[in-house]
């Protein structure tokens, strides 16, 4: 089984349309994440969520929200796509943001391109 | 928040050991260092990480220095599967990974 999956893998959209990416871990952990890998390769964190609550918000312009129905589950809806939004997206989990010995297990990826 | 200072790149023959060196000066006393890996298309996958002493798993060795201003992870044995790109990751004050560019380990056959 796989531990931090996402879908769609792949998702090709045309600018100002909507979309949402959807993440499920089935590792029982309490916390999830968002970032984003760019074309340079840099990861940068865009949110976190603990047992169902918004932790860490970095500076994401606010046509990104993310949602999480239940622990197990975080998605990322995203407004008015623009060009600069293409880029790598990983939902990660682990099981104590607070821990400084957590380890993070991403899901393999869904690569936005923006037309 | 710490910051890391790693090689862009580095090549390894197939079956010998790597040592992938990592400098953070800037780290806390009680900040982690964490190492992850991304094999090409795939997510990051942890490593390993540690603390003060240094740390053994199935897939590497972490050495840390005394001052801890830097680690060297080290691959025992390395294979064609683990070329990949290697991140050093202080936490920061708030449990986060700060990730770097890391460096690409090319592994020859």
């Known amino acids: 089984d796989t531990a931090v999956s996402q879908t769609p893998k792949y998702l090709v959209t045309q600018m100002g349309n909507d979309k949402s990416i959807k993440c499920e871990q089935n590792l029982g952990h309490d916390t999830m994440y968002w970032y984003k890998q760019d074309s340079k390769k840099f990861l940068k964190i865009m949110f976190s969520?603990?047992?169902?609550?918004?932790?860490i918000n970095e500076t994401v312009p606010n046509r990104f929200s993310p949602k999480s129905p239940d622990k197990a589950h975080l998605n990322l809806h995203i407004n008015s796509l623009e060009l600069g939004d293409s880029a790598v997206y990983f939902c990660?989990?682990?099981?104590?943001?607070?821990?400084?010995?957590?380890?993070?297990?991403f899901g393999p990826g869904t690569r936005l391109t923006v037309l | 928040d710490a910051k890391t200072t790693q090689p862009n790149s580095m090549e390894s023959n197939e079956e010998e050991p790597v040592h992938l060196p990592c400098n953070h000066s800037t780290i806390s006393g009680t900040d982690y260092i964490h190492w992850y890996r991304q094999l090409p298309s795939q997510g990051p996958e942890y490593v390993i990480h540690g603390l003060t002493s240094n740390v053994n798993n199935r897939m590497a060795s972490l050495a840390i220095a005394e001052d801890r201003k830097s680690s060297t992870l080290i691959l025992h044995r390395a294979t064609l599967r683990d070329a990949a790109v290697y991140y050093c990751i202080p936490q920061d004050s708030n449990y986060q990974l700060i990730w770097g560019a890391g460096t690409k380990l090319i592994i020859k056959p």
């Open positions: 990660a989990s682990s099981q104590d943001m607070a821990g400084g010995s957590d380890t993070q297990y």
């Open positions: 969520y603990n047992n169902k609550e918004l932790i």
